[in-house]
């Protein structure tokens, strides 16, 4: 079944970019929808956005000015940067297959997260 | 606003049934599909129920969901003890234009 890893450095500082990588596994990034979510410790889930096979992306408003999400077919991959952090992008990072089937929110499977902290 | 409320914590007994509940708006809940995720301690959040009440294959028929309006509900009956969990209902806002999770709630099975 479809796997999903991220990678990408654990620790960014305050005003530079956090870059993450989605390494897809077990079946073929093509044709689907791909995300980002973050959880802060403790806290709830925010939908970052997601991106399509054929590029096309969609970004959660409050995020959309920092964010970019890239997709590579031919590393089974997809990327999120995000730009000008702050301590308050620390969270745990999720990629996750979605939305599926048409159903905004609907995200199987998930990877195991990366946690992302911003300090200098 | 865009905001889907859950009560924080909730709490049963091991075979009894709890009830979560996720109240939203003609924005959110009144006008698109929930989803419910569980999240154990630790771990990813895994995929509950999608469109309102339908199981991904695999999820135990325990897991029912409902919805009427702007508010949706998330059945847990037979409780057990790796139902422990924090629990999130999930759906599209079309004021916010984007996904929308409610603020989890903390089961803890007593």
């Known amino acids: 079944q479809v796997q999903l890893q991220e990678s990408g450095p654990g620790l960014v500082r305050p005003s530079e970019t956090l870059s993450l990588t989605c390494t897809v596994s077990?079946?073929?990034?093509?044709?689907?929808?791909w995300s980002w979510i973050r959880q802060p410790p403790g806290m709830g889930l925010e939908w970052i956005g997601y991106?399509?096979?054929?590029?096309?992306?969609h970004y959660t408003p409050s995020l959309r000015s920092r964010v970019a999400m890239s997709l590579d077919a031919s590393k089974q991959q997809f990327s999120l940067r995000l730009t000008s952090v702050t301590a308050a992008d620390r969270a745990v990072y999720y990629c996750?297959?979605?939305?599926?089937?048409?159903?905004?929110?609907?995200?199987?499977?998930w990877g195991q997260g990366t946690l992302v902290t911003i300090s200098s | 606003q865009s905001v889907m409320t859950q009560p924080p914590s909730a709490s049963g007994t091991p075979g009894q049934t709890v009830i979560i509940s996720c109240s939203g708006t003609?924005?959110?809940?009144?006008?698109?599909?929930v989803k419910w995720y569980q999240q154990l301690p630790g771990t990813a959040p895994k995929i509950l129920i999608y469109?309102?009440?339908q199981r991904p294959s695999g999820v135990p028929d325990r897991f029912s969901g409902s919805k009427s309006g702007t508010s949706a509900s998330l059945a847990i009956s037979g409780l057990q003890s790796e139902d422990e969990a924090a629990y999130y209902c999930?759906?599209?806002?079309?004021?916010?234009?984007?996904?929308?999770f409610g603020g989890g709630t903390k089961l803890t099975v007593l």
């Open positions: 996750a297959r979605g939305p599926i089937a048409g159903y905004e929110g609907w995200f199987d499977p």
């Open positions: 077990g079946g073929f990034i093509s044709g689907d929808y």
């Open positions: 991106i399509h096979y054929s590029g096309s992306t």
């Open positions: 003609g924005s959110n809940i009144g006008s698109n599909s």
């Open positions: 469109n309102n009440y």
């Open positions: 999930a759906t599209w806002d079309d004021h916010l234009n984007g996904v929308l």
